[in-house]
């Protein structure tokens, strides 16, 4: 078998249905599938749910969707490792019959008590063998009375594993830090190593690449191999990813769920290319590859030996950087989906009939520069999408709005809005100078004012943009509104600033 992929190649993703599709269960799937894709080989998806109580079809499903999602998409499979009892039954049969494995009936308690030795002594746990030496009369009569025992793969004493890892290169191993180790449960079930080895055999493995941190499984699963007189897979183990921080990624680095990223309006494609940046890169510049791209070029031999960071910034603006990249109506469409998908933030149905007006596309033409996600998109947006504001910014309002003199000021900035003839840029321009000028105001005096009762916020995108977003009336509504509020807020110490201004008017 040559280490290089070829047409015959067979990779897999095998991930246990125990939680989330994380970024580093994300990344190993993209990897096996850029290469199959990339040498015209077969990519298998294989469910490891032999661990009943901590498999779940919740998580099935979300390792499922993820990788639609992703649009990473199998040629064979799903395969279930719960379905397929009979097969490891049957290589638990051969080894038993060669005596490469046998019956342990030692007890929890004796286990116990050899670990805490060990760990007096100040050295790894490795059982010591002592069920190795029962004579095969014996195992019968005790498997016969129903004692409870585990199976064990009995280790030749001394012995090395060597194997030449893809990306680590040369790693050999002394089997005698291993031990006889168990392949099988007290309850019957088999354990993880002798299922790994069975499907990536039944199932034609060629080239195993997964995460590092199943280096250590890996002597195991090559034993296996070789005693039933199987072909060795090739193995190829990824570089840890790491947060900004230099630890291992975990949870306290915020979302690492992959659809958490689908939630927060992060898109496949420039998820894909971050993914892919995660310990591969094609030179040392190129940042932005498409998937064919990746599919061209991914290789092997150009993947990192050290820990990869993930840096959730660059993926941000690498979300943005495809987002800009798309035509407008493409960019409509999917802020459209994903303003309706949200279930956390229901629209009210005034705005959400709006999004399918080509008012929509407008507004959405304000914000598609300053937004990297659609999520972000979605928050910019919002002032324009609900039917009144619910509160305003504190900071801002202090600033711009509980000022004596401006309630009056916006009245008469209402007045100037209402005389404009033709309510398009040119025409609010000049309204609104000769407005500043009658009142010996600075342009952005009026203006400030203005933004914070139309937005609520003190930075949105250009102010005749959101005055024609919004549209006469609306705008002249939302001064009318902010008036009301400055007007009840309670002298300037005590004012609470961002109290919503529908409360305000409820009272
Ligand atoms: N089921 C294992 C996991 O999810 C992966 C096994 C393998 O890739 O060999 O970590």
Redesign the pocket.
């Known amino acids: 078998m040559t280490t290089k992929l070829t047409k015959a190649s067979r990779l897999r993703f095998?991930?246990?249905p125990t939680g989330t599709l994380h970024v580093g269960?994300a990344r190993?799937a993209l990897f096996n599938w850029l290469l199959a894709r990339g040498c015209g080989g077969k990519f298998i998806l294989r469910i490891?749910d032999t661990d009943r109580e901590r498999s779940t079809e919740e998580s099935v499903q979300v390792i499922l969707d993820a990788m639609a999602w992703l649009g990473l998409d199998h040629d064979e499979g799903p395969f279930y490792q719960s379905r397929r009892g009979e097969h490891y039954a049957l290589a638990l049969a051969t080894l038993r019959e060669s005596g490469r494995a046998y019956p342990c009936f030692c007890t929890a308690e004796r286990l116990d008590a050899l670990r805490k030795q060990a760990r007096a002594d100040g050295t790894a746990f490795v059982y010591d063998g002592l069920c190795r030496a029962l004579g095969e009369d014996e195992r019968a009569s005790r498997i016969e009375k129903g004692e409870p025992h585990v199976i064990r793969f009995a280790v030749e004493p001394g012995s090395i594993t060597e194997f030449d890892d893809m990306i680590g290169g040369p790693r050999p191993f002394e089997n005698d830090r291993l031990g006889d180790f168990v392949i099988r449960r007290s309850d019957g079930s088999p354990i993880?190593h002798l299922t790994?080895v069975v499907d990536d055999h039944e199932m034609e493995i060629t080239h195993?690449v997964?995460?590092d941190d199943?280096v250590s499984?890996t002597p195991r699963q090559l034993l296996l191999f070789d005693a039933l007189g199987w072909d060795r897979p090739h193995y190829a183990h990824l570089p840890l990813i790491q947060g900004a921080d230099k630890a291992r990624l975990s949870k306290r680095h915020g979302a690492t769920s992959v659809l958490e990223f689908k939630r927060e309006g992060f898109l496949p494609e420039a998820m894909i290319n971050f993914l892919a940046l995660l310990g591969w890169s094609l030179d040392a510049e190129t940042e932005r590859l498409t998937r064919a791209e990746l599919i061209e070029n991914f290789s092997l031999d150009r993947i990192n030996r050290s820990a990869a960071v993930f840096d959730k910034t660059k993926l941000e603006w690498m979300n943005g950087v495809y987002l800009r990249s798309k035509p407008l109506d493409e960019v409509t469409k999917l802020a459209r989906d994903f303003f309706r998908l949200d279930p956390d933030d229901a629209l009210d149905l005034i705005s959400d009939k709006r999004l399918d007006e080509p008012w929509f596309e407008s507004i959405v033409a304000l914000e598609v520069e300053r937004s990297r996600t659609l999520g972000e998109m979605r928050r910019n947006l919002d002032c324009f999408l609900v039917a009144s504001l619910e509160s305003y910014e504190e900071k801002g309002a202090r600033k711009h709005l509980l000022k004596p003199g401006v309630c009056e000021q916006l009245a008469r900035t209402a007045e100037a809005l209402r005389a404009v003839e033709n309510f398009e840029a040119e025409g609010l321009e000049a309204a609104l100078r000769s407005l500043a000028e009658r009142e010996g105001l600075s342009f952005g005096k009026v203006v400030h004012p203005l933004r914070m009762s139309l937005t609520g916020r003190s930075a949105s995108p250009g102010i005749f943009d959101v005055l024609i977003a919004f549209g006469r009336e609306t705008s002249l509504e939302r001064i009318e509104q902010a008036r009301e509020w400055i007007e009840a807020q309670p002298p300037a110490s005590e004012s609470p600033a961002s109290e919503s201004p529908r409360q305000e008017q409820a009272r």
Request: glycine share 16%; net charge neutral.
């Open positions: 095998a991930p246990s269960g190993t490891e993880y790994v195993v997964r995460g199943h499984n």
